[in-house]
């Protein structure tokens, strides 16, 4: 009987650590694919900070943006950016979230905007989700500090450039929430 109780507190102890290994060694990611180049970014190039958003006449409630970012040391030829707002009093939740444009903060909460931005030659683009249609963005996960995710968009020209529309597939993140900026 001593025996059995030894081996179930070992047992226990071992378990607990395997745990909280896991636990400790997850990694922040954001993946997805651009017209069909996959990009992946791990650990610190892949970041998330929330902010009070910036309330103009036409918002309805003041809101927060918790904003996933590709580190900007990185070197990509597309960059991709993503702003979750939400009010202010309301944390992130799972489930879909609306695609808004930047300029439509709080017309539909909570929301989110994916935008892109892409150099060529030396040259910036900038693309953007303007309205719902635009595509499909998902919490799937909201645990602590961290916040995972997917998402797929068609993503505009900012101008009218005659520049052909970003697909965005296959997308997903892991991100930890590092903080509140002022």
Known sequence: MKHKG??????????GLLSGIKGYSQEAYIKY??????????GDKA??????????????VDFLETTLYVDSDVKAAEKLGIVIRTEQVKKIETGKYTIQSLSD???????????I???I????????????????FTITKVEGVWIEGTFEAELPSDFEDGNAPLKVTNGSFRVRLRGFMK
């Open 6 to 15: 030894l081996l179930l507190i070992i047992t226990l102890s071992v378990l």
């Open 33 to 42: 694919t651009v017209n069909g180049k996959a990009y992946n970014f791990k």
């Open 47 to 60: 970041g998330c900070y929330q902010k009070k958003g910036d309330r103009d006449e036409e918002d309805k």
């Open 105 to 115: 903060q709080t017309e539909i909460l909570p929301n989110a905007n994916l935008r």
């Open 117 to 119: 931005n892409r150099e």
């Open 121 to 136: 030659k030396g040259e910036l683009e900038f693309f953007g989700t303007v309205q719902p249609s635009n595509g499909v």
